[in-house]
């Protein structure tokens, strides 16, 4: 299974960026997706996940300005950022989980696939 991360730049603060994350090697329709981040110097966190039939999470830290979606179809999940924060500067990575298992949904060592990653740096 490979994934490929794309959508990161440089924007200001209140601005949005949409990522994207595509899955190719076998079909994960059945699995969870999620996104994560790792600032400089910080340890990598949770940012949002979403089941196969379509329940989401998100972080406290991003509830209500993040959103994250999925097209099985195409076999890519999306995470659309709004008024974004200068704290939320990272690297974001989009991960395929082990278990098919929503309740381990924020714990990053159950994701067995992991995108290159795409870095998002908002300027405030």
């Known amino acids: 299974v490979q994934l490929q991360a794309s959508g990161g730049g440089l924007v200001q603060a209140g601005c949005s960026l949409r990522l994207s994350c595509t899955t190719s090697?076998?079909?994960?329709?059945?699995?969870?997706l999620g996104w994560f981040r790792q600032a400089p110097g910080k340890e990598r966190e949770f940012v949002s996940a979403?089941?196969?039939?379509?329940?989401?999470e998100y972080a406290d830290a991003v509830k209500d300005r993040f959103t994250i979606s999925r097209d099985n179809t195409r076999n890519t999940v999306y995470l659309e950022m709004n008024n974004l924060k200068p704290e939320d500067t990272a690297v974001y990575y989009c991960?395929?989980?082990?278990?098919?298992?929503?309740?381990?949904?924020?714990?990053?060592?159950?994701?067995?696939?992991w995108g290159q990653g795409t870095l998002v740096t908002v300027s405030s």
């Open positions: 090697g076998r079909t994960l329709a059945v699995n969870v």
């Open positions: 991960a395929v989980d082990r278990d098919r298992n929503f309740g381990t949904r924020r714990i990053w060592t159950q994701y067995e696939y």
């Open positions: 979403i089941g196969w039939s379509g329940l989401a």
